[in-house]
């Protein structure tokens, strides 16, 4: 007989936040975990960097790579292997959310290029703006075509991959989101973050961005709730479980 249950959903953790704000708010899968929402679909934790096995596409029903405090550009072993997976899903039409981190290597992993953005750091509370092309996107065309989200970024994806769709971005940073295929998607900022986290990394990275020549206490007055572009864990959500209910036979 055949297992009718549904195929989980993998969050990938690409890394991990400051110890002390994870005692007291748990880590980047619990966040995206709860922004999901409600879900009928079982969730499981691969961490690639401790040697979790990433299952072949047919054996889950979607993908999200978290952020991570790691750089594309250092091309880890881990991360390199992980880059090729998430071509595999691509190629297989797996519904995929890759944030910061995620969205950068999604990039990587499909011809695009990550590195240091050349205006440095983008951390805070940002506008972002939709391109023409998300009026149509699954994921992103319930948003208003202005919204702000929460970012904190040293490195970016500095060229698109070879037939991505742009969806999203600002003055700083053109490229905050992306399609590639039928369903995968990569977000600069965070839909994770909410502003409590925010403020506490702009804190913990007061020191370096002074050396920026950005002033923490102004991006601290500036965060704000970011409700919109949080909304988009959840529409993948469902995203992911339209596409199980998809496969499964009737």
């Known amino acids: 007989m055949e297992d009718s249950s549904p195929r989980p959903l993998a969050i990938i953790k690409a890394g991990e936040t400051f110890n002390a704000l994870r005692e007291t708010r748990g880590d980047f899968e619990h966040w995206v975990s709860e922004g999901l929402g409600p879900i009928g679909l079982p969730i499981v934790v691969l961490d690639p960097r ?16 978290t952020g991570s405090h790691a750089m594309v550009s250092h091309r880890e072993a881990w991360s390199e292997a992980t880059g090729a997976w998430l071509a595999q899903l691509v190629a297989h039409g797996t519904p995929l959310l890759g944030i910061c981190f995620g969205h950068q290597l999604l990039a990587h992993a499909l011809g695009g290029e990550a590195g240091d953005h050349p205006g440095g750091p983008e951390i805070g509370t940002v506008g972002v703006e939709l391109t023409a092309e998300a009026v149509d996107d699954p994921l992103l ?4 075509a202005h919204f702000q989200a929460q970012v904190v970024h040293w490195q970016s994806a500095l060229r698109l991959p070879p037939g991505a769709v742009r969806l999203a971005g600002n003055a700083f940073e ?20 909410d502003d409590e986290v925010m403020r506490d990394y702009i804190d913990r990275t007061a020191g370096e961005l002074r050396t920026r020549g950005l002033d923490p206490a102004a991006l601290r007055g500036r965060v704000a709730a970011t409700t919109a572009a949080a909304s988009l864990l959840r529409r993948f959500a469902e995203i992911a479980e339209l596409h199980e209910a998809a496969a499964v036979p009737a």
Do not use: C, N, Y
């Open 50 to 65: 401790r040697g979790d096995t990433l299952p072949p596409p047919q054996q889950i029903s979607g993908a999200i790579v």
């Open 141 to 144: 065309k319930a948003l208003p």
């Open 174 to 193: 053109p490229h905050q989101a992306f399609r590639v295929g039928p369903r995968a998607w990569g977000l600069q900022f965070h839909p994770e973050f």
